[in-house]
């Protein structure tokens, strides 16, 4: 039986190895996609992916299958029965970030038609490549990332710290930052 090497960070966990075999630095370029990601991203801020990945499904349920327009209409009483739901994580500032974010995330999709073309205008629609050998190289936060946070808080994205955008970034593929002796590696690098 051949021995497949892959990042460390999934560790035994059957979710985040599934995950990252078939999900992360894979280049995503629908928007739901990627409000998905950002928005899940936000909810993970001081907390594990883990926990997030493992809350998945009942976040997609609470939210309506991650559909930006209509999280962008809730109201109070939306948020009060997502504030009960023990399913996701239950923390108002977020709920209302999700909301602030779907009504931004519409508005730039107005401005350059879709989120895909501003967000991955930040590479030159092309995915950065990084060449990491261990696990402790991995930044959490870089000055790409700084720019793109910036930007998007000034289009009144909430949650979306430079360390949350370059989590996003990793999930999304906008940059590869699979270790090179992962097998994930070179197989996404030549997406």
């Known amino acids: 039986m051949k021995i497949i090497s892959r990042c460390p960070w999934p560790a035994d966990d059957k979710l985040m190895i599934k995950y990252h075999d078939e999900e992360w630095g894979v280049p995503v370029h629908n928007d739901r996609k990627l409000f998905e990601f950002l928005l899940l ?78 967000i991955w205008s930040f590479i030159n629609y092309k995915p950065i490549n990084n060449k990491f050998t261990s696990i402790k190289e991995l930044p959490a936060r870089t000055e790409l990332s700084d720019k793109i946070s910036e930007d998007l808080k000034k289009r009144g994205f909430k949650f979306v710290g430079s360390t949350v955008i370059y989590a996003h970034m990793q999930a999304t593929g906008m940059v590869n930052d699979h270790l090179v002796s992962c097998f994930r590696y070179h197989q996404i690098k030549n997406i």
């Open 41 to 118: 991203e936000g909810f993970q801020a001081g907390l594990s992916w883990r926990t997030i990945l493992h809350k998945r499904k009942n976040f997609r349920k609470a939210f309506d299958n991650f559909d930006f327009n209509k999280i962008a209409k809730y109201d109070k009483r939306k948020i009060n029965s997502l504030m009960k739901d023990e399913g996701i994580i239950r923390n108002k500032l977020k709920i209302e970030a999700a909301i602030a974010n779907a009504k931004a995330f519409i508005q730039i999709r107005k401005e350059f038609g879709t989120f895909d073309k501003y």
